[in-house]
């Protein structure tokens, strides 16, 4: 894994992160002891849901879910996608404003959003002309679209986790 700060890479982003920590919503969420745990328990429930729903895409890409098709349950769950990935960002920004001089300094931080925007720009243009290919064709693309899928999300959720430990 690479780790990496904002603060190293970009040290002229030092206003704009004391803006952020002079922010009415990011001073509230530091100095109210339950704002925090909250924000952040609806951004994992909604980092779980993303994944769970792109989860069940991807396992029928891999051959692991049968009876209906990967296009099928990516148009069943593409609300379930897009309002958990906004949710996502949304809460994130807030835990973001929280604290922002951890965030800036932190080396895992800085892969994750890379991570994530990564994935979600995968999600939203690569990934759906996966799902639109006559399933037949779709083996090995659909397998490798699942595995580099997999990879990016889990990998948002494991380098958001590295946050608090590195």
């Known amino acids: 894994m690479f780790w990496f700060s904002f603060a190293h890479l970009f040290p002229s982003l030092r206003p704009f992160i004391k803006w952020c920590a002079n922010t009415a919503i990011g001073t509230y969420i530091h100095s109210v002891t339950w704002a925090f745990p909250l924000i952040e328990a609806v951004h994992i429930v909604a980092l779980v849901m993303l994944l769970g729903t792109t989860m069940l895409v991807n396992f029928t890409l891999l051959g692991l879910v049968r009876g ?3 296009a099928r349950i990516g148009h069943n769950v593409r609300f379930y996608v897009n309002a958990s990935l906004v949710i996502v960002v949304i809460t994130g920004v807030m835990l973001f404003v929280s604290d922002p001089w951890r965030y800036y300094a932190s ?6 959003i890379l991570m994530l925007a990564i994935a979600a720009v995968y999600q939203f243009t690569l990934y759906p002309r996966v799902l639109r290919i006559d399933p037949a064709y779709t083996m090995t693309p659909g397998r490798i679209a699942a595995c580099v899928s997999l990879v990016l999300w ?4 494991a380098t958001g986790r590295a946050i608090a430990w590195i």
């Open 154 to 157: 889990f990998g948002v959720g």
């Open 68 to 70: 209906w098709s990967a």
């Open 107 to 112: 080396d895992a931080f800085g892969p994750k």
